[in-house]
T-cell receptor, first 110, second 117 residues
């Protein structure tokens, strides 16, 4: 059974810092990995999708990497802004059922 | 191109009543997932459906819960005789493809928040 862990569970940083959020998974036989953000009381917004054959994906200030052999993905946020405050979740796509971590709650203060 | 639409956004039920949550996937998507989220917890898989078929319902309680995705119309998650422990946010996600060799990019709705009094 796939297990997904996200570290840290919570993070509070001043504006402008570069951040790394971690996602680890126990079964390396995955097909893709997707990063989401969730604002309070809202649904999940897709940020980046990395297929198993890829090593990384970039979108604006976000960069996600994937290392299947070590069971890890990182989400790098450059020059963080208060608007980046949200919960970030990773989802590992295996056979049929994507498995989610519990998320990292990020606060970026001015 | 509308996203995943869920309704109602908020639903209040008394213990013993029925709750029906609806999900219209993105246009062209034939794969639907339902997840439940409790406060301070992650998303827990409930059921995965394709048009007219339940593919995997291993995360859904066997009693009181059912789901369907008819040929026409939205997917419906039905909870009979609700109890206080059913209070949660229920999210629907859709995808263009899924299967043993891939799970496609997921797109989520805004969720339905069920409160059981």
């Amino acid at each position: 059974k796939q297990e997904v862990t996200q570290i840290p569970a919570a993070l509070s940083v001043p504006e402008g810092e570069n951040l790394v959020l971690n996602c680890s998974f126990t079964d390396s036989a995955i097909y893709n990995l997707q990063w989401f953000r969730q604002d309070p009381g809202k649904g999940l917004t897709s940020l980046l999708l990395i297929q198993s054959s890829q090593r990384e994906q970039t979108s604006g200030r976000l960069n996600a990497s994937l290392d299947k052999s070590s069971g890890r993905s990182t989400l790098y946020i450059a020059a963080s802004q208060p608007g980046d405050s949200a919960t970030y979740l990773c989802a590992v796509g295996g056979s049929y059922i994507p498995t989610f971590g519990r998320g990292t709650s990020l606060i970026v203060h001015p | 191109n509308a996203g995943v639409m869920q309704n109602p956004r908020h639903l209040v039920r008394r213990r013993g009543q029925e709750a029906r949550l609806r999900c219209s996937p993105m246009k062209g998507h034939s794969h639907v997932y339902w997840y439940r989220q409790l406060p301070e917890e992650g998303l827990k898989f409930m059921v995965y459906l394709q048009k007219e078929n339940i593919i995997d319902e291993s995360g859904m309680p066997k009693e009181r819960f059912s789901a369907e995705f008819p040929k026409e119309g939205p997917s419906i998650l039905r909870i009979q005789q609700v109890v206080r422990g059913d209070s949660a946010a229920y999210f629907c996600a859709s995808s263009t493809l899924a299967g043993p060799s891939n799970t496609g990019e997921l797109f989520f709705g805004e969720g339905s928040r069920l409160t059981v009094l």
